[in-house]
């Protein structure tokens, strides 16, 4: 029977620390330096950078491309036609019935 190492819990980083972590590596602080001492991975400063410089924002919503706003937009309105259409089918069930 193998032991199951224990899971890493999800860490969540504010907009400051981000900044400060971006601040630091504008200043000249190597990534590979920024990556040991505050234990992030290597993946996720390179998005933090690519957010900083982009939308100067690290939240999700102000970094989407136009192509994810239209995937989203999309979904929401395929989800009220669904809507809109099971209700006409329990109308046209109930109306059939008379």
């Given at each position: ?18 900044q400060q972590i971006i601040d630091l590596y ?72 008379k």
């Amino acid at each position: 029977m193998s032991e199951k190492a224990p899971r890493k819990t999800r860490r969540t980083y504010t907009s400051d620390f981000k900044q400060q972590i971006i601040d630091l590596y504008r200043n000249g602080k190597r990534k590979c330096d920024i990556i040991r001492e505050y234990d992030i991975a290597s993946s996720l400063l390179d998005k933090w950078i690519i957010q900083a410089e982009s939308s100067g924002s690290f939240k999700e919503k102000d970094n989407r491309t136009p192509e994810q706003e239209e995937l989203i937009r999309l979904q929401k309105k395929l989800k009220v036609l669904e809507m809109e259409n099971d209700i006409l089918k329990q109308a046209a069930l109930i109306l059939g019935r008379k």
